[in-house]
C-alpha cells in the first residue's frame, strides 16, 4: 500500500512497531547472496523471518520498487548463471579427484543449481517488496535531494547527476525526523550495502552519519544486522 510521507508517519505511530527503511541494493542483495561470498549467508534465513513474524514494518521509497522491478531479471539470471558455473566447476573437480582414489571420493546428488536456492531467494525479494509500506514522492524531499545532487552532498558524489539515491534518502531521513517528533521510540533501522555512496555503517559519508545518529536510526549493510538492531 502507498503513503504519502504525513499518512506513513501516521501508519506507523499508530502501529508501533521496529521500522526497517530499505535501499534497492539490499533487497536484491537477498538473491545475490547464494553466488556472492562477501554477502552473509545469514541473510537467507533473515528473510524469512522477516516475512513471516509480522514484529516489523518495512518501508520502500517508490523508486525502490521501481528499481526493483527493472533490475530483477538481471539480478536473477547472473545467480542462475554463476551456479550454473558452479554445477560445472564441481563436476570437474569430481573428474578430477576420481583420477587420485586414494583421496577420496566426492558424491553429487544435486547440483548446486538442481536446488532452485536463487529461485527461493527471488521469490523471498518480491515478497519483501510486497509486503512493504511504500512511500511516495514528496516534493520538498525531491527538492532538497536535487540541492544536494548541486552541492555533491553524500549520499549524492561530484559527476554523478543521478538523484535516485539522494531522493530516496531524503524521504527516509524525513520519516525519520517526523516518526520521532511524533516521540515513536521504536528502533528505526536503514539498510544499505552501497558503499560508494553512503559509506560503510562504522565510517559512513559525513553528513549521513550525523544526519542519523540525530534521529538515532541505525545504519547498517545486510538483514541479519537489522535484525540484530530491533
Given at each position: ?18 521500522v526497517?527503511m ?7 542483495d ?17 528473510v ?13 521509497h ?12 538481471k ?22 579427484l ?5 583421496l ?56 554523478k ?9 531524503m ?20 539498510i ?7 559509506g560503510?555503517?562504522r565510517?559512513?559519508?559525513?553528513p ?23
Amino acid at each position: 500500500m502507498k503513503y504519502d510521507l504525513q499518512g506513513l508517519c501516521n501508519h506507523l505511530v499508530n502501529d508501533p512497531k521496529p521500522v526497517i527503511m530499505l535501499d534497492t541494493c539490499v533487497i536484491l542483495d537477498v538473491i545475490r547472496t547464494c553466488i556472492r561470498e562477501d554477502l552473509n549467508h545469514c541473510t537467507v534465513g533473515s528473510v524469512r523471518k522477516l516475512l513471516t513474524n509480522n514484529s516489523t514494518n518495512l518501508v520502500i521509497h517508490e523508486i525502490v520498487e521501481e528499481e526493483f522491478d527493472r533490475n530483477l531479471t538481471k539480478v536473477f539470471f547472473e545467480a542462475q548463471k554463476r551456479l550454473e558455473g558452479a554445477d560445472k566447476l564441481l563436476k570437474h573437480f569430481k573428474n578430477c579427484l576420481d583420477q587420485a582414489p586414494e583421496l577420496g571420493s566426492l558424491s553429487l546428488i544435486k547440483k548446486p543449481s538442481e536446488f532452485r536456492l536463487h529461485s527461493s531467494l527471488e521469490a523471498h525479494a518480491r515478497d519483501l517488496v510486497n509486503q512493504a509500506l511504500v512511500l511516495e514522492a514528496d516534493s520538498t524531499c525531491n527538492n532538497q535531494a536535487m540541492t544536494r545532487v548541486l552541492q555533491s552532498v553524500p549520499p549524492a558524489t561530484r559527476g554523478k547527476n543521478e538523484p535516485a539515491d539522494c531522493a530516496i534518502y531524503m524521504h527516509y531521513l524525513a520519516l525519520a525526523n517526523k516518526l520521532r517528533r511524533h516521540n515513536f521510540d521504536e528502533p528505526i533501522v536503514f539498510i544499505s550495502s552501497n558503499k560508494a555512496d553512503f559509506g560503510e555503517p562504522r565510517s559512513p559519508r559525513q553528513p549521513i552519519g550525523k544526519e542519523l545518529s540525530e534521529l538515532n536510526v541505525h545504519f547498517v549493510n545486510n538483514l541479519p544486522w537489522a535484525l540484530s538492531k530491533i
